[in-house]
């Protein structure tokens, strides 16, 4: 069968094309946007990707068209394919049919922490021998994909809640129907198509609708909209988890040897259950770890195998990732795109490199940080930052400058990325800790400021560092 699918090149697109050419298929698509590492994914399958939404791409014509969310009518490729009368369908609904329907699912669903709770999942599992597939908006390191079919009946997907397609605009979980469903936390985003939190809740109402009372939901026991979601109907047994010893949970952190929270101790139903040793720093991470192991222990993996497993856990790409050390520089790029996932990455970073100056780059990329939802909470978000650089580009709704003043002068905004490069260079020091936030690939800014510190030869005085 050939499957093109429009707007290859998503995370979650472009994981689609992986598991229909792994199932057989002829895969082709088209996006407009095609850049790594999803773009170097693709080529290594085979998959032809080409560039822009034309008719002419659909003609031959292929049996199934996947549509991705990006999409809408009007577009020359979607109208040619309404009337031609190919049949299509939505990616959340094709891997329901298709990958799905006879699996045991485990599911991770959340405003934030599902890319890394779902690849130290799929690793627990594989590291446990159970060989599950899984579909990950993102790269796990010890996998080098970010899908797989797997040989299991075991099936880790990291369940969003944005809307499906043009003519779909459920959120995508509610067609995975899982059996374990991981719930992170729940808050405001993705303000382009929820009006506010009350309807993002609602859709999560629906998702716990999906999951058999022999299931498992497993939640932050901190997290009081989730609570909520849980009061408006919940027909399956929990399990919570907390980073607090203080907090009542099943799964809690009870002790730490490590500022940065990568060494651990930890409970499970009252009991000291282990020691947790893995390279994640941060509260958010330490919750992304007892939520994995929780839903690993549903599906037969022992909390000890677990624990073996997660020191073995590389980490996944665009997560903290360290891209380069160069001119005694560390850079790293990052996925945070939300006021609370910034300060928790920073806080995260700060506990591991202790008074190092941390100089944060930000793209706000997505288009809830576009429309400015966030703008009075942005700001604040970045304060543990010692530098800030926050790009400005042209189609932003919001003032920066009106909304920032709390960064004070610590703050810089520069609307051309080779602007932005050029200041980073000037100023960058020995033992400075950049970290570059974007849902996208920021104009190049990660190669083109490493090729600037490497590539002249500058190396900041030795005296300078803190």
Same mark, same amino acid.
Request: charged content about 20%.
């Given at each position: 069968?050939?499957?093109?699918?429009?707007?290859?090149?998503?995370?979650?697109?472009?994981?689609?094309?992986?598991?229909?050419?792994?199932?057989?298929?002829?895969?082709?698509?088209?996006?407009?946007?095609?850049?790594?590492?999803?773009?170097?994914?693709?080529?290594?399958?085979?998959?032809?990707?080409?560039?822009?939404?034309?008719?002419?791409?659909?003609?031959?014509?292929?049996?199934?068209?996947?549509?991705?969310?990006?999409?809408?009518?009007?577009?020359?490729?979607?109208?040619?394919?309404?009337?031609?009368?190919?049949?299509?369908?939505?990616?959340?609904?094709?891997?329901?049919?298709?990958?799905?329907?006879?699996?045991?699912?485990?599911?991770?669903?959340?405003?934030?922490?599902?890319?890394?709770?779902?690849?130290?999942?799929?690793?627990?599992?594989?590291?446990?021998?159970?060989?599950?597939?899984?579909?990950?908006?993102?790269?796990?390191?010890?996998?080098?994909?970010?899908?797989?079919?797997?040989?299991?009946?075991?099936?880790?997907?990291? #369940?969003?809640?944005?809307?499906? =397609?043009?003519? !779909?605009?459920? %959120?995508? /979980?509610?067609?995975?129907?899982? *059996?374990?469903? @991981?719930?992170?936390?729940?808050?405001?985003?993705?303000?382009?198509?929820?009006?506010?939190?009350?309807?993002?809740?609602?859709?999560?109402?629906?998702?716990?609708?999906?999951?058999?009372?022999?299931?498992?939901?497993?939640?932050?026991?901190?997290?009081?909209?989730?609570?909520?979601?849980?009061?408006?109907?919940?027909?399956?047994?929990?399990?919570?988890?907390?980073?607090?010893?203080?907090?009542?949970?099943?799964?809690?952190?009870?002790?730490?040897?490590?500022?940065?929270?990568?060494?651990?101790?930890?409970?499970?139903?009252?009991?000291?259950?282990?020691?947790?040793?893995?390279?994640?720093?941060?509260?958010?991470?330490?919750?992304?770890?007892?939520?994995?192991?929780?839903?690993?222990?549903? #599906?037969?993996?022992?909390?000890? =195998?677990?624990? !073996?497993?997660? %020191?073995? /856990?590389?980490?996944?790409?665009? *997560?903290?990732? @360290?891209?380069?050390?160069?001119?005694?520089?560390?850079?790293?790029?990052?996925?945070?795109?939300?006021?609370?996932?910034?300060?928790?990455?920073?806080?995260?970073?700060?506990?591991?490199?202790?008074?190092?100056?941390?100089?944060?780059?930000?793209?706000?990329?997505?288009?809830?940080?576009?429309?400015?939802?966030?703008?009075?909470?942005?700001?604040?978000?970045?304060?543990?930052?010692?530098?800030?650089?926050?790009?400005?580009?042209?189609?932003?709704?919001?003032?920066?400058?009106?909304?920032?003043?709390?960064?004070?002068?610590?703050?810089?905004?520069?609307?051309?990325?080779?602007?932005?490069?050029?200041?980073?260079?000037?100023?960058?020091?020995?033992?400075?800790?950049?970290?570059?936030?974007?849902?996208?690939?920021?104009?190049?800014?990660?190669?083109?400021?490493? %090729?600037?510190?490497?590539?002249?030869?500058? *190396?900041?005085?030795?005296?300078?560092?803190?």
């Amino acid at each position: 069968m050939h499957i093109h699918i429009l707007g290859i090149c998503g995370t979650f697109m472009g994981g689609v094309a992986a598991l229909a050419k792994a199932a057989g298929h002829r895969v082709s698509g088209s996006d407009l946007n095609v850049y790594p590492p999803m773009s170097t994914q693709l080529s290594d399958l085979g998959v032809e990707v080409q560039q822009g939404y034309l008719p002419g791409h659909l003609d031959p014509a292929p049996d199934c068209v996947v549509v991705g969310n990006v999409m809408s009518r009007g577009n020359e490729a979607v109208e040619y394919l309404l009337d031609s009368g190919i049949p299509y369908s939505s990616g959340p609904e094709w891997l329901h049919r298709n990958v799905l329907i006879d699996r045991w699912v485990l599911a991770i669903a959340g405003t934030h922490g599902k890319t890394t709770t779902a690849s130290i999942l799929a690793w627990i599992l594989d590291h446990a021998g159970l060989e599950p597939g899984f579909l990950i908006g993102g790269i796990p390191v010890n996998f080098g994909m970010s899908a797989r079919l797997g040989q299991s009946p075991f099936f880790v997907v990291e #369940a969003d809640e944005y809307d499906c =397609a043009f003519f !779909d605009k459920r %959120a995508k /979980f509610v067609h995975y129907h899982p *059996r374990t469903l @991981v719930l992170n936390n729940l808050e405001f985003d993705h303000a382009d198509i929820y009006p506010d939190l009350q309807a993002i809740a609602w859709q999560f109402h629906q998702l716990l609708r999906t999951v058999p009372r022999q299931g498992k939901i497993i939640l932050n026991a901190g997290d009081a909209n989730l609570r909520d979601v849980l009061e408006q109907g919940c027909w399956t047994p929990t399990e919570s988890f907390s980073a607090s010893p203080q907090t009542k949970a099943d799964w809690r952190q009870s002790g730490q040897h490590d500022p940065a929270f990568r060494d651990f101790e930890f409970e499970v139903d009252g009991k000291p259950a282990g020691r947790v040793v893995s390279p994640l720093s941060g509260v958010h991470n330490l919750e992304n770890i007892l939520a994995a192991m929780a839903a690993a222990r549903h #599906a037969g993996v022992p909390v000890h =195998a677990a624990v !073996d497993a997660l %020191a073995e /856990f590389r980490g996944v790409k665009r *997560r903290m990732e @360290v891209k380069a050390e160069t001119a005694g520089i560390t850079i790293y790029d990052d996925f945070a795109h939300h006021p609370t996932a910034i300060a928790k990455t920073l806080d995260g970073l700060r506990r591991i490199v202790g008074g190092k100056r941390i100089v944060a780059v930000l793209e706000p990329r997505s288009n809830t940080m576009r429309m400015g939802v966030h703008g009075d909470r942005l700001p604040q978000s970045l304060c543990e930052a010692d530098r800030v650089w926050m790009y400005k580009p042209s189609n932003l709704a919001w003032n920066i400058e009106e909304s920032s003043t709390i960064l004070g002068d610590k703050l810089r905004i520069a609307s051309d990325v080779g602007e932005l490069v050029r200041e980073l260079v000037a100023e960058l020091r020995r033992g400075d800790q950049v970290l570059v936030m974007s849902n996208g690939d920021f104009g190049g800014l990660h190669a083109r400021l490493i %090729a600037e510190l490497g590539g002249t030869g500058r *190396r900041p005085d030795p005296g300078q560092d803190d």
